[in-house]
């Protein structure tokens, strides 16, 4: 198994970032001008802008690098950015919570990447020794469930579903049933996302976090909102919306490695307070890198 923090893993993650990577280059130029500082702030702030980082982001960022400059007296502003995007990254705990057995849950708009994602993380911990069962609990779109069976035989794993248009929570109950019965190390429950109910969304995903609680105390352990990064803000307006969705625990944001730009990472952590865990590199069952804050950063400034 890869550890993140391999050369292997970290080449991988800064050429997943090659594009935000682009606009950060331009910083070492921009840090190495003799204009003033007022000057190089501006443009940082626009580079940040093009990079995704969004608005109040943004202005946070530039506000505490003049503050910590004018305090320290330092002129070295890319270290005092470094830090200041690894604060921002580290404001929530990012490790993930490895404690077995476990139950995760993937929640999401549809098309974001939830039920790849599941593939990736069944892999991970599949690869890993430990015994993981799928639940398709997405009872509302065929084609979903059919999608998980086929990571389930494709990475030789169970996959509990149930008749299309069933009650999610008893596909979910199912699931736990033979999780408990057979004892197994993970249960990994990929939801529904429709995009247009959200009221009836938040209440069924209520429901399934229910009976999870209900048969496993201290269950699910993970509540993982997974995020495309190609849409850029609109990943922070999707996942206001299903923060309302109570205990989230992290984003496992997917696509990186496409058009996406790096910086809604740190949007999402700073303007929903929630940790970033994993991010999503392909589309392969291997495309999964576990979030570090200070790997992250280095990629997107060496
Ligand atoms: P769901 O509807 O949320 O379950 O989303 P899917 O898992 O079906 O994914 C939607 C599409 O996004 C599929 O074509 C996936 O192959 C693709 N996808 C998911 N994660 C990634 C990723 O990290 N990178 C890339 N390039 N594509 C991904």
């Known amino acids: 198994m890869e550890k993140y923090n391999s050369n292997a893993v970290f080449d991988r993650l800064k050429q997943t970032l090659a594009r935000t990577r682009e606009f950060f280059g331009r910083l070492e130029q921009l840090f190495q001008s003799n204009r003033c500082q007022e000057e190089i702030l501006e443009e940082l702030f626009e580079l940040l802008i093009l990079a995704d980082v969004g608005v109040p982001t ?12 004018k305090k320290s007296g330092a002129q070295d502003l890319k270290a005092i950015l470094k830090q200041e995007l690894i604060d921002i990254l580290s404001q929530k705990k ?18 974001g990447g939830k039920t790849t994602s599941a593939a990736k993380i069944a892999y991970r911990y599949k690869s890993q020794g430990k015994k993981v069962i799928l639940a398709a609990a997405d009872t509302f779109r065929a084609a979903a469930q059919q999608q998980l069976q086929l990571w389930g035989h494709k990475l030789g794993l169970p996959v509990i579903q149930g008749q299309p248009g069933a009650d999610p929570a008893s596909i979910v109950f199912d699931a736990v049933q033979s999780f408990k019965a057979r004892n197994y190390d993970l249960l990994l429950v990929d939801t529904a996302g429709r995009l247009h109910t959200y009221t ?33 803000q ?35 952590v700073e303007e929903l307070q929630l940790p970033v865990k994993f991010i999503g590199t392909g589309e392969s069952e291997k495309d999964l890198i576990e979030f570090s804050p200070e790997s992250f950063v280095e990629a997107l400034l060496s």
């Open 58 to 69: 943004s202005e946070k960022i530039i506000k505490d690098i003049k503050e910590k400059a």
């Open 94 to 111: 990012s490790s993930v919570e490895e404690t077995w057995p476990a139950i995760w849950m993937l929640v999401g708009v549809n098309g």
């Open 200 to 232: 009836n969304l938040m209440a069924e995903l209520e429901k399934m976090k229910k009976v999870i609680s209900r048969e496993v105390p201290g269950a699910p352990q993970e509540i993982l909102l997974v995020l495309d990064a190609t849409i850029g």
């Open 234 to 268: 609109n990943a922070v307006v999707q996942a206001r919306e299903f923060n309302r969705f109570s205990g989230i625990t992290g984003v496992f944001l997917t696509k990186l490695d496409g058009t996406a730009k790096g910086g809604s990472v740190l949007a999402v």
